[in-house]
């Protein structure tokens, strides 16, 4: 592994706002924010009280949104920036990227946004249900093969998980350069009958573009797909969605088409730098 990776890996164990694959976390996380903006630190995460949703508090509750397979966290920051009031959370399994966000956090004193090195299938192990308001899913990896299509972030099995801690009415919000998860993600919307909030194959191309969706992220600047549009989505996971139906999404999906000249470059494995 390379010098400037372990640096990082080292700096984000000694940061207060990045947390490895912590333990009891779920109902804590307004508790959480609210040590990070003031002390004490170290945090105990053992002490920090449990908000469960439906109990009053004396205190607010402030909404929590997630930033899954954040990169190096771009709209996690720069959604804190916009909504002080507001806490944010960006997961990713890669600490080396995470790092940069957390350090800009850091060097900026955002005290509403943090991070969380996990597998986004392990989610569930770190909210309770109803703690998130929203998630941001952003130039995620499309993986285009038909046998990787259970990895796709938008597919219902991560649905499935992303419910049980989402509030009824939450947003998921998808950006993404590949046409071929825009597709993909619209036609599992449409099967399982979703509520579709806005859609747009040219999100820049838009008048009056909400300023939450002119964030950049990294991924975003390397236009690794070559479509030059952006797309977004807004929806709500707002249905059942019975395991029975994932076999006619089987189906629909093996008709789509994969050309070369969009997202077929990732599979080709052009990889960016860190
Ligand atoms: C293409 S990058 C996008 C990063 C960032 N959102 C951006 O737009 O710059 C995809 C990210 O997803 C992360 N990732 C992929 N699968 C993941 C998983 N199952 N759990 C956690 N992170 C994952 C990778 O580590 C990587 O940082």
Redesign the pocket.
């Known amino acids: 592994m390379g010098q400037k990776k372990l640096i990082k890996f080292a700096a984000i164990k000694e940061y207060e706002n990045v947390l490895e694959y912590p333990q009891g976390m779920p109902g804590k996380w307004n508790s959480f924010f609210e040590n990070l903006a003031i002390g004490p630190y170290p945090i105990s995460l053992d002490d920090l009280a449990v908000v469960k949703s439906h109990t009053p508090t004396q205190t607010p509750v402030k909404p929590l949104t997630l930033?899954?397979?954040?990169?190096?966290g771009?709209?996690a920051v720069g959604l804190a920036r916009m909504f002080p009031d507001q806490n944010f959370l960006g997961?990713?399994?890669?600490g080396n990227?995470i790092w940069k966000g957390a350090s800009i956090a850091n060097k900026e004193v955002i005290k509403n946004v943090a991070f969380v090195r996990?597998?986004?299938?392990q989610a569930i192990q770190y909210f309770s249900k109803e703690e998130v308001n929203e998630i941001w899913?952003?130039?995620?990896?499309p993986q285009l093969r038909l046998s990787k299509a259970k990895?796709r972030?938008t597919h219902p099995q991560f649905l499935r998980l992303y419910q049980q801690f989402l509030k009824p009415g939450g947003s998921v919000h998808l950006k993404t350069d590949s046409p071929n998860l825009f597709e993909f993600t619209m036609a599992v919307i449409k099967l399982f009958d979703l509520t579709l909030v806005k859609q747009s194959e040219d999100i820049y191309g838009e008048q009056n573009i909400d300023p939450r969706c002119a964030i950049k992220?990294?991924?975003?600047g390397l236009n690794i797909a070559g479509s030059n549009r952006i797309h977004y989505i807004e929806f709500k996971i707002d249905k059942e969605l019975p395991k029975a139906k994932d076999e006619i999404l089987k189906e629909i999906i093996a008709a789509f088409e994969v050309t070369e000249t969009h997202d077929a470059k990732r599979e080709r494995g052009i990889k960016p730098i860190n």
């Open positions: 930033e899954l397979a954040c990169g190096r771009e709209y997961l990713d399994v890669k990227r996990t597998q986004i299938e899913i952003t130039f995620p990896d990895k972030l992220t990294y991924y975003e």
